[in-house]
């Protein structure tokens, strides 16, 4: 009997109306972290707190002044006494006399009053004395609070597939729950009067599932799909539709196989036909899995597979699973490499022509048909990835390259690449909904390295700006042109708070001493600042090399030094620190460039434009 398909379509319009019409996830759901691995992040993850959250030694020795071992060497060592011990776990204690220190332990708070610590291999300790017999250097053997994680700084952007490291990072924040969107429910079906599950008695004239099973397996992969096996329908027009229906009222998208035919006894998609708004599709011009259906009913998907389990595992894998995964907000995880065709190949021509292929090893540059009957699914274990290739000629010779895509276990992530360091006040200049991007926080000046030698395709950086030509003075020494940078949304501030209105800049920058209270980013971000004005590299010299006991807090609490003749210094958003009574000296103003690449479409598809300006008026 002829074949007869209702709504023929290509085989890349069915893969567009794939993407069209299957519904993207918009609902969201509280997680614990436990089971958020693979989950999709529904919001931006600022850090609510500095990590390490106190100024900390790495090292096992003495927390010390380091003016008090200057002159220190094995053949003048410099003697302190040790007014006690800082073990880890323990509340902050403090350096109160002249010449003292204490014994501390790797992770231990370092104590307030001192500003290094020496490596206990440096050191001998007699009667409650330690000799020091090497000089240190302010912040030597210190990590300091927000070294590696600021308040404030952004983490994981909305839409990031959540895996093993980003939870630790999370924890270690001391973040227990957090927003993902919720898995796309799907469920499968088999149909047919012949199936028996695996397992079961076999009797003559049975077959043992395997598409479901298939099709299941590969679903589960992605901890943003929810599959559901519904089990084996036998042909019977109403308990199928019964089935179909029943299905859709709570899934997103329901996969059948067996039935999509255009015999007699395929009722799959008549049964669709039937239903609100209908059919999409009913065969595609592709070589396997021309019977293929595609149709909805209310607003859930309903896909008919080919029964035969080379065509319908070949059909999902290649029209179907990238807009499924699309639709749950994942990454596919398929990626496509250039390769030569080792032998040759027939076609038929006027239809796309699906070949499961192998690779002899990764190295190498031929990969090979793995040919065989629609149903001989056994061949799919010796085979890599499969080739797509359009029935324009009879056939293809040995030697034609060809693009191969490799299964999802060779996967890698596709995407624009950025790098660099983002606040909170700048995240919503990316539009990461896409999931066009990934971010790694990264040194600024690694991250324009890493631009300039093309391994990223964006990087964001902080710096100084010139206020009369509005341009950031480092571009020359990574010859990135300033046609290639935009400034991303408003730039902050960074002030001195002081009580003394004749205060200025020289003077507060002369005063800045031990004891300087910083709010908001690190004091890695001002020192990390690309630029050439030598009196702003003095200031955060100095201030990362006077670690204050109070770093890290906000809000009035931050200015309790002010008697005591230390300069807050505030980054970020002054409407959030009340200031009343106190004079706010401008310092300098700090600018987020973000560094593109003027052809990058791509890159410029991240972009929330409305708050980017050229680096150039």
């Known amino acids: 009997m002829k074949s007869v398909f209702k709504k023929l379509v290509s085989f890349e319009e069915a893969v567009k109306k794939a993407h069209e019409f299957i519904p993207q996830v918009n609902d969201t759901e509280m997680v614990g972290l436990l089971t958020a691995n693979g989950r999709i992040l529904a919001e931006d993850i600022f850090s609510p707190v500095n990590n390490p959250p106190f100024n900390r030694s790495t090292m096992d020795g003495y927390a010390v002044r380091s003016t008090e071992t200057a002159q220190a060497a094995p053949e003048s060592s410099a003697r302190l006494k040790v007014s006690g011990s800082c073990n880890i776990g323990e509340p902050q204690k403090f350096l109160q006399d002249k010449n003292t220190c204490y014994a ?15 490596m206990v291999e440096h050191t001998i300790e007699a009667d409650g004395t330690v000799m020091i017999q090497e000089a240190v250097t302010p912040g030597q053997n210190i990590a300091e609070t927000g070294s590696d994680v600021a308040t404030g700084e952004i983490i994981l952007f909305e839409g990031k597939e959540l895996e093993t490291n980003d939870l630790a990072v999370l924890a270690s924040l001391g973040i227990s729950h957090i927003r993902v969107y919720r898995r796309l429910k799907i469920a499968i079906i088999s149909t047919g009067n012949e199936l028996i599950m695996p397992g079961e008695k076999y009797t003559e004239g049975k ?19 929810d599959p559901e096996f519904l089990g084996i329908v036998p042909d019977r027009y109403e308990l199928i539709k019964r089935t179909i229906v029943s299905a859709t009222e709570n899934h997103d998208v329901v996969i059948l196989s067996g039935g999509s035919s255009a015999g007699s006894a395929d009722m799959v998609y008549r049964i669709i036909e039937q239903l609100n708004p209908g059919l999409i599709f009913h065969g595609v011009l592709v070589k396997p899995g021309s019977p293929t259906a595609m149709g909805r009913h209310n607003n859930a998907v309903i896909i008919g597979l080919p029964g035969f389990p080379v065509s319908s595992l070949m059909i999902f894998r290649t029209i179907f699973l990238e807009p499924i995964i699309n639709a749950s907000r994942s990454l596919s995880r398929m990626r496509k490499t250039r390769k030569e065709i080792g032998q040759r190949i027939n076609l038929e021509m006027g239809k796309q022509n699906l070949f499961p292929v192998r690779q002899p090893g990764e190295d190498k540059e031929r990969i090979y048909p793995v040919t065989g009957l629609s149903g001989s699914i056994s061949r799919f274990t010796a085979t890599d990835g499969f080739i797509s290739l359009p029935g324009n000629t009879k056939f293809i010779e040995s030697g034609t390259p060809v693009e191969m895509t490799m299964w999802e276990k060779e996967a890698g992530k596709n995407g624009v690449f950025a790098a660099g360091m983002l606040l909170s006040h700048h995240s919503n200049t990316i539009n990461s909904r896409g999931k066009a991007m990934t971010f790694l926080r990264m040194n600024p000046r690694d991250a324009i390295r890493s631009y300039t030698n093309g391994d990223i395709d964006l990087a964001i950086i902080y710096s100084t700006v010139d206020n009369k030509s509005n341009q950031a003075p480092f571009l020359g020494d990574f010859k990135v042109s300033e046609e290639d940078c935009l400034f991303i949304g408003k730039p902050i501030k960074i002030v001195a708070v002081s009580q003394d209105k004749s205060e200025n800049f020289d003077t507060v920058i002369s005063k800045i001493s031990d004891g300087t209270v910083v709010s908001g980013p690190p004091l890695r971000l001002l020192s990390n600042i690309l630029t050439d004005n030598l009196s702003l590299i003095s200031m955060c010299s100095t201030i990362r090399n006077n670690i204050s006991q109070y770093y890290g807090e906000t809000g009035p609490e931050s200015m309790k030094g002010l008697s005591e003749g230390r300069y807050p210094l505030v980054v970020g958003n002054l409407d959030d620190l009340v200031t009343e009574g106190y004079e706010l000296i401008e310092l300098f103003t700090v600018a987020p460039v973000f560094i593109f690449g003027k052809n990058n479409l791509a890159a410029l598809s991240c972009l929330n434009t409305g708050e980017i300006s050229p680096l150039k008026q």
């Open 104 to 118: 501390i332990s790797t992770g231990s708070i370092v104590p307030g009053g001192s500003d290094s610590v020496v």
């Open 207 to 225: 077959i043992h599932e395997a598409n479901g099973i298939a099709v299941l397996s590969e679903i589960s992969k992605f901890r943003s799909l």
